[in-house]
């Protein structure tokens, strides 16, 4: 179980480490607070369909092709952990390297109900590792949702002999 866990929650993180890598490179503050948004939201949806592939194949490769709900959210769950952490970790090295120019532009561009928020904690959004970890439950939420629906997707029936 450990490398399909392992191998797939890589490509996963390595994916959300590209596609976020390659935003900021490509558009930089060029592109509004919501639009960076969506293209966020987006590239961790992309990154986290390898829950799926990684339960799917860890059902079709190491069970025979037989697998129980709770085994196959339990893989998915631990999949999700690993993009998590690898975002955490680029978020806190991000905010650490680009704090300056990225706070400036956010600042600029965020909602109102956003600024508010800022103005309230400003010591915790610009904390690079605060924001790190929050990221990292961004991520594994969605990643929990992810692999929720790929257990219900690729679950079969264990014969019982």
Do not use: C, H
């Given at each position: 179980?450990?490398?399909?866990?392992?191998?797939?929650?890589?490509?996963?993180?390595?994916?959300?480490?590209?596609?976020?890598?390659?935003?900021?490179?490509?558009?930089?503050?060029?592109l509004?607070?919501?639009?960076?948004e969506?293209?966020?939201?987006?590239?961790?949806?992309?990154?986290?369909?390898?829950i799926?592939?990684?339960?799917?194949t860890?059902?079709?490769?190491?069970?025979?092709?037989?697998?129980?709900?709770?085994?196959?959210?339990?893989?998915g769950l631990?999949?999700?952990?690993?993009?998590?952490?690898?975002?955490?970790?680029?978020?806190?090295?991000?905010?650490?390297?680009?704090?300056?120019?990225?706070?400036?532009?956010?600042?600029?561009?965020?909602?109102?109900?956003q600024?508010?928020?800022?103005?309230?904690?400003?010591?915790?959004?610009t904390?690079?590792?605060?924001?790190?970890?929050?990221?990292?439950?961004?991520?594994?939420?969605?990643?929990?949702?992810?692999?929720?629906?790929?257990?219900?997707?690729?679950?079969?029936?264990?014969?019982?002999?």
């Amino acid at each position: 179980m450990n490398k399909y866990i392992l191998r797939f929650g890589v490509y996963s993180g390595i994916t959300m480490l590209v596609l976020f890598g390659l935003t900021w490179a490509i558009f930089g503050t060029s592109l509004g607070y919501k639009t960076s948004e969506v293209l966020g939201y987006l590239s961790m949806f992309i990154s986290l369909s390898f829950i799926y592939f990684g339960v799917k194949t860890y059902r079709d490769e190491q069970n025979g092709g037989q697998i129980t709900l709770g085994k196959a959210f339990l893989v998915g769950l631990l999949i999700a952990l690993i993009p998590s952490l690898f975002f955490a970790i680029y978020t806190g090295i991000f905010i650490t390297l680009q704090g300056e120019e990225w706070m400036q532009w956010a600042l600029e561009n965020m909602p109102p109900s956003q600024r508010s928020q800022f103005d309230a904690n400003p010591e915790l959004f610009t904390n690079p590792w605060f924001q790190g970890v929050v990221m990292f439950f961004t991520v594994f939420v969605i990643g929990l949702a992810y692999s929720l629906i790929s257990a219900f997707l690729v679950k079969r029936k264990v014969a019982i002999a």
